[in-house]
């Protein structure tokens, strides 16, 4: 597999982080008040209505917030790019990247916290994996045999973003202090050069006794955010993009023995006057009717910042070509509820920065209206929400946030509920 450049998954070099970056919070214990936030005191807060269905509507409905509220509890750290899971037995599973100094550092790792009731209180986190370079964004899924399977993928983005610009500005007055300067060298240079370039790529682990003991790091064929999907006939679809080989293909790979094996299924077709280098970040749901619906993070010029959607009804051997589901947010997760809808969360990087969802009635051939979740952040560090379903009908949502109040990005939550 060839190595090539030192950049994240995203593109930082297409000046993607220049639009992530433009107020670290967390709580305390599992205490249910969290670093300068409360959980709301007044009741549910309806944020608005919107048109489900089809686009001439059917009915309207609106979301209303029980309750939001910041479950980290290291404010020292940054948070990242979280995957909440709910078990077959109703525990709640949350993985991010955790122990990280900023955006972009060589600290990243990926932390896991557990919840036994519905996100009321959360465990102190255990890091799962921690490797000599960046391990960013974690993505989580539990099979239908009960396996655990945690993603990642690793970057060294930090050099030429972040590492370069310190080294040229040392004893200057825009220069780090050196104990920071020198905390970064200690951990660029635990590895030679070469051995940093051979630990990119994409990975997974896995657990198959609740997530006790957990498998060494094993690579997968691509990487994206939330991870992989469980398909109806027993198979394990994931959707994403080859980072780090030459082609940086998108498409979809499959698992047939529980997560342990991966093979290459099919490529995304490219959509007239896009490049392919310009998708990212994808994530898949199977709809009620069989079909496999591909939601992807998009910054071609067309539709830029928008998620395009692709679909498959051969069980993702063949894919349509991607096209706008005129929704400017990025990047979705995909949850199908148990009454069959499907239900889009997505982080909104322009005011009001938060949080949005949208339902679809049809498997994805149309989309509501927006719902929003949380409208209100500072700044465009924030989102990769993933959204679950609690055994009461409730949802409950987990992005990652840089507030107002704290200097590095914390992991908020939101209880809410879809009504007409």
Sequence with gaps: MQRLKTISRRGFSNGVAGALLSGAAGSVGSSRIA????????????????????????????????????????????CGWPTLTRRSNGQLLVVWSGGRQQHVCPFGRVDMMRSDDD????????????????????????????????????????????????????????????????????????????????????????????GILWSERYPTIVNSPHGPIQL???????????????????GVCQSQDD???????????????????????????????????????????????????SESSDGGKSWTVPHSIDVWGLPSFLLRLRDGRLLMSYGYRRRPFGVQ?????????????????????????????????LADGRLLTVWYERMKQSPKAILRQAKWSIES
Excluded: C
């Excluded at 970040?281 to 395009?308: C, F, K, P, S, Y």
């Design 35 to 78: 670093w300068g936030q409360k959980p709301d005191e007044a009741g549910p807060i309806t944020q608005q209505a919107a048109t489900t269905g089809p686009r001439d509507g059917i009915h309207e409905t609106r979301a209303v917030i029980h309750e939001t509220r910041v479950i980290s509890q290291s404010p020292e750290h940054y």
């Design 119 to 210: 996100g009321d209180h959360w465990t102190w986190p255990r890091t799962l994996l921690d490797g000599p370079i960046d391990d960013r964004d974690a993505g989580m899924l539990e099979t239908a045999k009960g396996t655990l399977l945690v993603t990642t993928f690793t970057s060294l983005a930090y050099v030429d973003y972040e590492l370069k610009k310190a080294l040229g500005n040392r004893g200057s007055d825009q220069g780090w202090p050196e104990s920071k300067l020198q905390k970064w060298l200690a951990a660029h240079e635990r590895l030679t050069a070469e051995q940093r370039q051979n630990e990119l790529g994409q990975w997974m682990i896995r657990s198959t006794d609740g």
């Design 232 to 250: 109806a006939d027993g198979r394990l679809l994931y959707a994403g993009v080859k980072l780090w080989d030459e082609s940086r293909e998108v």
């Design 259 to 309: 997560g342990q094996t991966w093979q290459w299924l099919a490529a995304i077709p490219t959509r007239p006057g896009d490049t392919s280098a310009n998708y990212h970040e994808l994530h898949a749901v199977q709809a009620t009717d069989g079909r496999i619906i591909v939601h992807i993070r998009n910054h071609n010029t067309a539709n830029n910042r928008e998620t395009l959607q």
């Design 357 to 389: 969802a949208r339902t679809s009635e049809d498997s994805g051939t149309t989309w509501s209206q927006p719902l929003s979740v949380a409208a209100d952040g500072t700044s465009g560090d924030l989102g990769y929400p993933s959204t679950v379903e």
